[in-house]
């Protein structure tokens, strides 16, 4: 008779060259480099070029993706319009979905939440804790 085991215990659902995670040492890594490591030494630049490329960046891909997001980050009328009028934000939902769910690329989706996290900190009337 198998063995049965509570949980999720040894469930491997997919595999990825992104993203390893070894719980009994409590480790977490992207591209081979512990998230730890990468809060404390890396910008969210840096990360995103990790991890779509699966290394970090010279200074001028860094620079060009720099360029690129702030050209996608602008938040349309409407976005902020929205996201006044939502009410408060409670842990289980969070105002960013409505505006982020509208984006269809990847680049603006990235340009999208590092915009959008000052300006929801930084919103009174979003009722968002500031960081």
Known sequence: MAEVK????DLVIATSEICSIDGQQGKLLYRGYDIHDL???????????LLLNGRLPK?????DLRKE??????LSPEVIDLLKHL?????????????????????????????????LSSSSTMGCPSQ
């Open 87 to 119: 009410p408060p934000a409670r842990p289980e939902i969070r105002p960013h979905r409505p505006a982020v769910r509208g984006v269809r690329s990847p680049e603006k989706t990235l340009a999208y939440l590092a915009d959008l996290v000052p300006y």
């Open 6 to 9: 509570a949980g999720l215990q």
């Open 59 to 63: 200074q001028a891909e860094l620079d």
């Open 69 to 74: 997001l702030a050209h996608n980050r602008a």
């Open 39 to 49: 809060a404390e030494h890396s910008t969210f630049e840096e990360v995103v070029c």
